[in-house]
């Protein structure tokens, strides 16, 4: 069955980094795109980044634009979200999301803490 497992997340000051990690299993991975959103509280969820199968075209939210990278290691099965420049309003879970056969398929989610 398909399993998403999110990883990285934590307690970080304004302005710091963190990387995400998203470890997928279940699906040949390099065939389908990948997608992360997050859920802040009393807020839907949003996307955040899209990365295509293969990896050459990603798209971003405008409020993370610059501060996002989204990547993938197709032989390691694994999407990345790395995250600079953090800010207060980026407090928020974050998910995984792959959708093979039509199928929506969601992490457990990773809580990203922005603080000081």
């Known amino acids: 069955q398909v399993q998403l497992v999110e990883s990285g997340g934590g307690l970080v000051q304004p302005g710091g980094s963190l990387r995400l990690s998203c470890a997928a299993s279940?699906?040949?991975?390099?065939?389908?795109?990948m997608d992360w959103y997050r859920q802040a509280p009393g807020k839907e969820r949003e996307l955040v980044a899209a990365?295509?199968?293969?990896?050459?075209?990603?798209n971003y939210a405008n409020s993370v634009k610059g501060r996002f990278t989204i990547s993938r290691d197709n032989a390691k099965y694994t999407v990345y979200l790395q995250m600079n420049s953090l800010k207060r309003e980026d407090t928020a879970v974050y998910y995984c999301?792959?959708?093979?056969?039509?199928?929506?398929?969601w992490g457990q989610g990773t809580q990203v803490t922005v603080s000081s």
């Open positions: 990365i295509s199968s293969a990896g050459g075209i990603t």
């Open positions: 279940g699906f040949t991975f390099s065939n389908y795109a």
């Open positions: 999301n792959t959708r093979p056969w039509a199928v929506d398929y």
